[in-house]
């Protein structure tokens, strides 16, 4: 789902947490990619240029398997070794967002029909790409290419982005690779954003390192809050969810107090088009637009400390999903990168879906070639950068700061000084 607003918090707090790579300086890194999220991506890019998703001839929709199939031979071209990893079951927590997903598509889906008849191309290319939604299909046939390209495939117990962060932290991968900032609080120990952009894009890659984002909050992995800005400050000045919780919980309750006091001496409502009660007369009128803006403004200000707590919040069963995820141990999994097998490949993508035979070869002979190469060593697996350590004062060169100490220059003028007193 993503965390809205954490990248823009993480640049302003913690700048030294983000770092920005070409693809090329990532060789020998192995990375855990979250296969679904990149679906969803391709199902949305990849496509024709009236913006149609891409189809075979038997009106098959091929656009995640052209984006899987081509920038993962890219990614092993630049000597990264990927495994993919899909969702399973999704958490109970979620279905509510899942629901709320399916109408914002169905309401697209209607737009777009409108759009057909008033809107321009632009109108229907966006609600085309509203309504995009990953089926089971989609996921078997990605399954499917990825292990006759030879590429590890992982299906993971419930979140995708969890599962990345545990082969993450259980050092089977050096990163975590999705656009979710939320793969953070999945306490990822890194997380590569933009690895499966298309090349044309000439987007950096982003590298997020999750201990640097924590020194640069101050924070800790117990400590996670409301939106961005006001979760730092309240977590700062209460130090645990819970005391925040409750802070704004007693907050909520004195607001609805004072509120309920106040009933009483708001202001009088308007009457109804249908009521007896006698209206302004005619040389009012010109006041009413005022006072209907006025109050309309009022009623977009935002509170003095806006933050709204949910009646229904249920904070401790969404933070044990972060803090404990059902994920499958990292030591009971195997990442196993094998030759392709090219008859398979051109049997699936050719036979089946219509690529064409020539490009499919070509690119499964690039894929066995760079999976097979011998990758040169990282200087960063030889050494570890360590801080520079100050020296203590008294070893060593004395400090030039403190008394008695003699500068620079001042030998010299010594020196000077007593051949003057001989003369």
Known sequence: MGIKGLTPLLNEHAPNSIKEHDIKTLFGRKVAIDASMSIYQFLIAVRQRDGETLTNDAGETTSHLIG?????????????????????KPPEMKKGVLAKRFERREEAKEEGEEAKETGTAQDLDRFSRRTVKVTREHNEECRRLLKLMGIPVVVAPSEAEAQCAELARGG??????????????FK??????????????????????LQAALEGLDMNMEQACVGPKS????????????????????KSESKKAAANDSDG???????????????????DEEEKPKKAKATKAKGKKKGKGGVQMPEEWPWEDAKKIFMNPDVTPADEIELEWKNPDIEGLVQFLVGEKGFSEERVRKGAEKLQKFL???????LDGFFTAKPKE??????????????????????????????????
Do not use: C, W
């Not at 730092?232 to 409750?246: C, T």
């Open 172 to 185: 089977k991968v050096y990163a975590a690779g999705s656009e979710d900032m939320d793969t953070l609080t």
């Open 231 to 250: 979760a730092l400050k309240l977590i700062k000045e209460h130090g645990s969810l819970k005391a925040v919780v409750e802070h704004l919980r007693e």
């Open 372 to 378: 097979n190469a011998k990758q040169q060593g990282r």
């Open 188 to 209: 990822a120990p890194i997380l590569f954003r933009h690895l499966t952009f298309s090349e044309a894009k000439k987007a950096p890659i982003s590298e997020i390192n």
């Open 265 to 283: 001496e708001s202001e009088v409502e308007e009457p109804a088009p249908t009521s007896d009660i006698e209206m302004p007369d005619d040389d």
């Open 68 to 88: 899987f199939f081509y920038r993962t031979i890219r990614i092993v071209e630049n000597g990264i070794k990927p495994a993919y990893v899909f969702d399973g």
């Open 390 to 423: 100050k020296a203590p004062v008294g070893k060593g060169k004395p400090d030039p700061k403190a008394k008695g100490t003699k500068r620079k220059g001042d030998d010299k003028a010594e020196s000077s000084n007593k051949k003057g007193r001989k003369k």
